[in-house]
């Protein structure tokens, strides 16, 4: 079992920097794959990010090149760095952990997440 908590959302200007943690309990997080999925409004939960337990990163075509995602374990934490954030990034943003390989892009495959931490970009 895997409880997760995220933090750092907030309200940013069009074009700002925001960074989302996302710190996770349990003594085996470095084996998990984590992700970064959002939900806007209307829309259905959407991937974003996701890091193997080996470091290996993957990124939605949506958030490429302005986002990074990245890992502690020493510290049981997942980050999501975003840049040259835009009004249509405005959502929830839950982590998710995964402890099965390979690594997937679907919230189905995810069984634990977080609380959602909500980002808003204004324009």
């Known amino acids: 079992q895997v409880q997760l908590v995220e933090s750092g959302g907030g309200l940013v200007q069009a074009g700002g920097s925001l960074r989302l943690s996302c710190a996770a309990s349990?003594?085996?997080?470095?084996?998990?794959?984590m992700g970064w999925f959002r939900q806007a409004p209307g829309k259905e939960r959407a991937f974003v990010a996701a890091?193997?337990?080996?470091?290996?990163?993957y990124y939605a075509d949506t958030v490429k090149g302005r986002t990074t995602i990245s890992r502690d374990n020493a510290k049981n934490t997942v980050y999501l760095q975003m840049n040259s954030l835009k009004p249509e990034d405005t959502a929830i943003y839950y982590c998710?952990?995964?402890?099965?390989?390979?690594?997937?892009?679907?919230?189905?495959?995810?069984?634990?997440w977080g609380q959602g931490a909500q980002v808003t970009v204004s324009s």
């Open positions: 890091i193997s337990w080996g470091g290996g990163t």
């Open positions: 349990g003594r085996t997080f470095s084996s998990y794959a």
């Open positions: 998710a952990a995964r402890a099965i390989s390979p690594i997937k892009f679907g919230p189905s495959d995810y069984p634990y």
